[in-house]
C-alpha cells in the first residue's frame, strides 16, 4: 500500500491515538502527539520494559502497545471491549490497520476486564490507562488488576472530590462529565490509593497528570514494597502515597486526609 493509499484508509476511521504509522503517514486522534508524548515519559519513561510481558487494558488504536513493543518489550497484549466494537468508533479496525502499518508484534484480545477470570494470566507489566471511570461497577476490577500484575500497574485517571480530605469518587449517573454517558466516576488519589492497597499493592506511587495536573492522576503500584525489576528505581518527583502525609498534601484546598 503506497503512502496516499495508506492515509486515505486511516482517514476513513476515528482515531483516539495520533500516531506516525509511516514519516508521511499520520492519523488524526483526539489526543494530539504532543500529549502523547507528554505522557509517555510520565507513564513508560522510568519503566525498563526490556523483554518484558505487558498488558494493555483498554488499548483502543493500541498506542501504548505500541510504545511499548518499541521500548523493547517482549510479549505485549493489546485488550479492549466497547470501543473495538462499537460500529461509529470501529476501533478494532483502526488496531489492526495501525498493527499492520507499523508491522509491530501484538496479540490482540477482545475482552471485557471486568468478566476476565483468574485464568488469564500475569504480566510483568499492566497499563489501566484512561479506564477506570468508564466502569459502572470499578471495585472489584482492582482484584482482577492486582491478579493480572506480577510487577507494576500504571493506572491513569480523571479525578474529582479533589478538595474531600476523605477517600471518596463522585458519580455521574448521565452525560455530566465530558458529555460521555459512559464517563461514571470521578475518584480523589485517596481513594484510588485505598483501593489499590486493600487489592493488595503494597507501594503506590502518585504524580500528577503531566498536562491536566491534578485534574487527572497517574500512579504506578506495585505488588512489592521496593522497586527493582521493570521500576527499577521510582523518581525523586513521584509521591509514596504511603508515606506520612502525603495524601493529604495532594487535599486541593488544605483538608487533612484520613485515609
Ligand atoms: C479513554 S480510552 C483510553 C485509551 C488508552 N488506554 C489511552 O489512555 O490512551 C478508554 C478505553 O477503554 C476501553 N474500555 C472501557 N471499558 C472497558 C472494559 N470494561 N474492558 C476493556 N476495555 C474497556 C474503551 O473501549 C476505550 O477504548
New binding site residues.
Partial sequence: MDDATLQAAADRLTW??SMELRPAVVTKGM?SRDLLAS?VEAVLGPLDLGGRSLL?????NG??SFEAKRRGAGRVVA??????R?PDYR?REAFDLARAALGLEIEAVE????VLGPDFGRFDAV?F???LY??EDPLPVFRTLRALTGQVLVL?THQDMLDCPRPAMAHYPGKELAGDE?NWWGPNPALVYRLLARAGFARVYYQDHPVYGRARGVFHALPEATPGGVLPEAPAHWLDLGAPGALASLVVGGGRATA
Fill in positions: 483516539f491515538h489526543k505522557e494493555d487494558i483498554g488499548a483502543w498506542f501504548w485488550m479492549d471491549h466497547y470501543t473495538w462499537h476501533g475482552a471485557d476486564v471486568t497499563l490507562l484512561g479506564v468508564h466502569l491513569e459512559t
